[in-house]
């Protein structure tokens, strides 16, 4: 026999027992502490309970239980089984089985002292197919009666499939003698540390710490604190993260570097596919669906209501500000920022190319680079992007190095030009990983602080800055990359068609930054906010306005 040791909610499921012997009343019995409706059958029986009226029995209820019982109409069988939930204990009717019986009963047991019967009553029960055991025959049974033993909450069933009934009664005897006389309190108690601690974002933190807590409370015999109870999941939550990150393949890869980076610190994490406004429409122009923060605003809502702990972003997809209660604390060492033309390996770009870009910045130095090709829009993953341009839906594309590295991209069938960060500038903090966490969770930003980078810190905290200045969103041809290296910082800046650079001390980006800002601006205005504003009135006035995310 396969068996599966399902547990099912028995209270008010009629059991008919067929049999008035002391293996029937000890089933009995047991049914009964579940909540069962009992009903048994026999010629005769010694057994204590409420006797039910039979056509031989000329007792006082003869007339009424007699007429129920005979009468095999739904309507008579629906008044029995009422009569018998209605009555507190065992219910007894003295006859003789008849096939007919089993139709009473959602489960039945055959514990008569003849096979035969027994053999007749699982027949007529499979013929029904309605559950049923048989005492003498596991062959015959539907399921099986195991052991049990009941603390409180707590309910173990044995069983060998009937081959050996006194192993587990043996088994069973055992189990009563090694289980505490505190089992059902520590039980209670186990509930009500599981129901505190559902919010908990990590099942494994979760687990270990009920385990860990159950143990304590059986060693101490229930005497554990609770404070020292909340200590232990308090231990796992720090040891145990959750990191919440957008589901395409590269996003996954970014996540499982910081994943391993935590590992080095003895930290478990699990990663959380959260789904964002840029991943859901992947048909649009970005610049048509919003701003910076497409692929973030729905990330950072799980780090805020506490069902991730940290979050992992790419540094160039984050908006300059950041949700609220929250900060970047860490910081990996920085990928290759450079970008990427990928073309069909051994085809020459024809004059009048069709790129593959989005980016504004990209298609400002392209013009420079490719004067007569032409950008065209494209969205999807980088299989998706590499899958188009086999097809000729382009000549080229665009793409960054770093997220080719960190999927490990064969690019054998493609012709691959690099270029550098000084006839192409790469889109700020492109290349970077940022990781962040609520700004009060001292314990994790202090752990973030030490996977960090501090080069690509630098780099992230003046590039980022740069974008402050000019509140600079995906829509605009905005660049800016910083070279840090003994101290000293070097920037480079696109607005536009216009390019900016300063050189000093590292303790001076922000003063340097806005030397380039108000270079690049001319009149020292705001380039990127004037120009949307001006760009949105001409959409306004031809009637195509789309509002853009701030």
Known sequence: MNLFPFFEDIEGKLFLIIGGGRVARRK????????????????????????????????????????????????????????????????????????????????????????????????????????????????????????????????VGITTGGSSPSASRLLRERMEELLPRETEGILERMEGFRLKWKSCPSMPAKKKANRRALIRLLETENRAGDEEIEAIMQEERAKNWVIATRGSALALAQAEIVRELLKGRKIDAEIQVISTKGDKDRIHPLNEIGGKGLFVKEVESALISGRADIAVHSGKDLPYELAEGTVIAGIPKAADGRDCLITMKGRSLPTNARIGTGSPRRIVQMKKLLPGAAAVSIRGNVDTRLQKLREGEYDGIFLAKAGLERLNTDLSEFDVRIFSQREFLPAACQGILAVQCRGQDSVRRAILEEISDPDSAGRFAAERYMLKLLEAECTDPVGACAEIKDGRIRIRALLGEREAEREGAYADYQRLCEEIAKELTASGKNFCAHDRKEAGAERREKGSWKKQVP
């Open 28 to 155: 009995a019995e047991v049914l009964l502490r579940f909540g069962a409706d009992i009903l048994v059958i026999a010629p005769q029986t010694a057994m204590e309970g409420t006797r039910l009226g039979s056509p031989d029995s000329g007792g006082a209820d003869t007339g009424r239980s007699a007429a129920v019982f005979h009468g095999r109409e739904d309507e008579n069988i629906h008044r029995l089984r009422e009569e018998i939930r209605r009555t507190e204990g065992i219910c007894i009717l003295e006859k003789e089985f008849t096939e007919e019986d089993a139709e009473l009963a959602d489960y039945v047991i055959a514990a008569t002292d003849e096979s035969e019967l027994n053999a007749m009553v699982a027949r007529a029960c499979q013929e029904r197919k309605i559950p049923v055991n048989v005492v003498d025959d596991p062959a015959l049974c539907t399921f099986i009666f195991p052991s049990l033993v009941r603390r409180g909450a707590l309910t």
